[in-house]
């Protein structure tokens, strides 16, 4: 993650710098090890929401210091975080190619899993590749419509009008 505080002039790496305009500016640092490949991240009322690895969504109301949420999902990986009306929504999967969907309406802090919104999702044991092979990118119109698809070019699509509630592949 890249942030700036000057309205786009100044930008800095979250967690160090590795390259020398980072560095031309004397800051290199963000927060805390966030200890996690960050894959989603999104912001809304005052609430920075990022996700990714490890089975880890973390919300910062500075964005600078992110708190662990403490889900506990083994091997989950959580592709995708939105804010949508009126609730922060992540998808992603398990390496058993469980599909994932969450959603926390209290700013990101405490978050309500669901594992039954995907179906037919791929069995097959290796890491990426076949059809249905889980949810990955989010969209919403913040009308109650929400979408996730996958990276596959067939069945790849669920989509929800409660607010990503119940999402029908």
């Not at 809304?44 to 990714?52: D, F, K, M, Y």
């Not at 889900?71 to 995708?80: E, H, W």
């Not at 009308?143 to 698809?149: E, K, P, R």
């Amino acid at each position: 993650i890249y942030y700036c505080r000057d309205g786009g002039y100044n930008w800095f790496k979250y967690d160090g710098a590795n390259n020398y305009r980072e560095r031309q500016y004397s800051y290199s640092g963000l927060g805390q090890n966030h200890g996690m490949d960050i894959l989603g991240l999104t912001y809304s009322n005052g609430t920075w929401v990022i996700c990714g690895e490890n089975s880890k969504i973390m919300y910062s109301t500075d964005g600078y210091n992110f708190t662990d949420t403490g889900i506990t999902l083994s091997t989950a990986i959580f592709r995708d975080v939105i804010y949508h009306v009126d609730r922060f929504i992540v998808v992603g999967k398990k390496t058993d190619h469980t599909g994932y969907s969450g959603y926390s309406t209290d700013g990101g802090i405490t978050w309500t899993m669901n594992s039954t919104h995907f179906p037919g999702i791929s069995s097959s044991t290796s890491g990426y590749g076949g059809a249905r092979m889980g949810p990955f990118l989010l969209a919403t119109d913040n009308s109650g419509t929400v979408i996730a698809i996958s990276e596959n070019d067939t069945n790849n699509l669920w989509y929800s009008h409660d607010s990503g509630l119940n999402l029908t592949g």
